[in-house]
């Protein structure tokens, strides 16, 4: 069955850049979405149709997408970016699927 | 804004039916279409399925056979059916609102805080 991959964990220091991966075989005719999720909250949407940012959502958050890669990049990691990370997309017949996630670390 | 609440039982017995029931307000439910996620306990999110305003679902593959998704919308709500729960269904259950174009596809937008259901006897 199709998947969505990212890696399990990622670990930053304050104010350096960290990128989340998400690859799928479908991913280049299909848009990517990001979602941050802190601990025992609701997901927020970050990134949308691979790269634009909802109102609201800090400028150091940014999407790209190139073949069967979408990446999420976090230019200057703060303390509050600390979350999971979990990307979305459809697959060839119109089936919704979240990526595993990926845990950021900001230390 | 628009905003989403998940009502419902907290604890479910073994293949009895899981019920739930999302309330929209400060938005309208006749357009957009509407979501089910859900989050096992320490796991990732899993995509459910949604409901159009016109009462077009979609499923999950996995769950097809046990899911069925209704839709009010002169009530302002939405609803989650699930059959035959077991341990395995223990998750926490978002609803969210999708945004949907025939160019860009569809994805959950706005969510709810979520609700956490237990399959145990």
């Known amino acids: 069955s199709y998947e969505l991959t990212q890696p399990p964990s990622v670990s930053v220091s304050p104010g350096q850049t960290e990128r989340i991966t998400c690859s799928g075989d479908a991913l280049p005719k299909k848009y990517v979405y990001w979602y941050q999720q802190k601990s025992g909250q609701a997901p927020v949407l970050v990134i949308y149709e691979d790269n634009k940012r909802p109102a609201g959502v800090p400028e150091r958050f940014s999407g790209s997408s190139s073949g069967t890669m979408a990446t999420l990049t976090i230019s200057g990691a703060q303390m509050e970016d600390e979350a999971d990370y979990y990307c979305?997309?459809?697959?060839?017949?119109?089936?919704?699927?979240f990526g595993g996630g990926t845990k950021l670390t900001v230390l | 804004q628009v905003q989403l609440q998940e009502s419902g039982p907290g604890l479910v017995k073994p293949s009895e039916t899981l019920s739930l029931t999302c309330t929209v307000s400060?938005?309208?439910?006749?357009?957009?279409?509407w979501s089910w996620i859900r989050q096992s306990p320490g796991g990732g999110l899993k995509w459910i399925g949604y409901?159009?305003?016109?009462?077009?679902?979609n499923y999950l593959p996995s769950l097809r056979s046990r899911v069925t998704m209704s839709i009010d919308t002169s009530k302002t709500h939405f609803s989650l059916n699930l059959t035959s729960v077991t341990a395995a269904d223990t998750a926490v259950y978002f609803c969210?609102?999708?945004?949907?174009?025939?160019?860009?596809?569809?994805?959950?937008?706005?969510w709810g805080r979520g609700t956490l259901v237990s399959v145990s006897s």
């Open positions: 409901i159009s305003h016109s009462g077009h679902t």
């Open positions: 979305f997309s459809t697959d060839n017949s119109g089936k919704g699927l």
């Open positions: 400060g938005g309208t439910i006749n357009s957009d279409y």
């Open positions: 969210a609102r999708v945004r949907y174009s025939d160019s860009a596809g569809y994805y959950p937008d706005s």
